[in-house]
T-cell receptor
Framework: QQQVKQSPQSLIVQKGGISIINCAYE??????FPWYQQFPGKGPALLIA?????SEKKEGRFTISFNKSAKQFSLHIMDSQPGDSATYFC???????????FGKGTHLIIQP | NAGVTQTPKFRILKIGQSMTLQCTQD?????MYWYRQDPGMGLKLIYY???????DKGEVPNGYNVSRSTTEDFPLRLELAAPSQTSVYFC?????????????????FGEGSWLTVV
């Protein structure tokens, strides 16, 4: 059972455009929703995270939008740059000791 | 401050061989994890530990074993390697101040260990 569904699997965006990645979850006990960024040959690193008590969180060019009733959240990358090219994972946690449940990842390519 | 360090970076195993992936962290984190990453499948939890002497199974524990004798170290043992264990393995750690409350805390990952079983 896939508890966090992520789309699209891959995404190509022109430099300066907006990249949008979507995730949906099933478990209503989830209360922490991070996004991780992974460059080739490296481990994932935390990019931005949100809790369900707010509908949006912005850090620089990165914004998470959260819709609790729809059980969906998304990552928006404004003014996308070639250096943003990476794999992005959404994840969710319900406060248990077993860490995060990850989506399958989105391979983002920003074309110059 | 090295963070989470994994060794080896790359390894080729023959079917039926055994090996241990080493993981150590210097952040004094109480929680540690092992994930495997397969193409297009995201990261799946193999085992986790909430402190020295305590380990528990994750989503995909079959074929693996772990131990946690110290706060810093969390080795992953592969017994009787199989081609299905060809993957990239990530060790990770986090800190939680409340027992059983691992969520909401940043998880820090190592750089990964690429394992091929032939």
């Amino acid at each position: 059972q896939q508890q966090v569904k992520q789309s699209p699997q891959s995404l190509i965006v022109q430099k300066g455009g907006i990249s949008i990645i979507n995730c949906a979850y099933e478990n209503t006990a989830f209360d922490y929703f991070p996004w991780y960024q992974q460059f080739p040959g490296k481990g994932p690193a935390l990019l931005i995270a949100i809790r369900p008590d707010v509908s949006e969180k912005k850090e620089g060019r990165f914004t998470i939008s959260f819709n609790k009733s729809a059980k969906q959240f998304s990552l928006h990358i404004m003014d996308s740059q070639p250096g943003d090219s990476a794999t992005y994972f959404c994840a969710a946690s319900g406060g248990g000791a077993d860490g995060l449940t990850f989506g399958k990842g989105t391979h983002l390519i920003i074309q110059p | 401050n090295a963070g989470v360090t994994q060794t080896p970076k790359f390894r080729i195993l023959k079917i039926g061989q055994s090996m241990t992936l080493q993981c150590t962290q210097d952040m004094n984190h109480n929680y540690m994890y092992w994930y495997r990453q397969d193409p297009g499948m995201g990261l799946k939890l193999i085992y986790y530990s909430v402190g020295a002497g305590i380990t528990d199974k994750g989503e995909v524990p079959n074929g693996y074993n772990v131990s946690r004798s110290t706060t810093e170290d969390f080795p992953l043992r592969l017994e009787l390697a199989a081609p299905s264990q060809t993957s990239v393995y990530f060790c990770a750690s986090s800190y939680s101040s409340s027992s059983g409350q691992g969520g909401g805390n940043t998880i820090y990952f190592g750089e990964g260990s690429w394992l091929t079983v032939v």
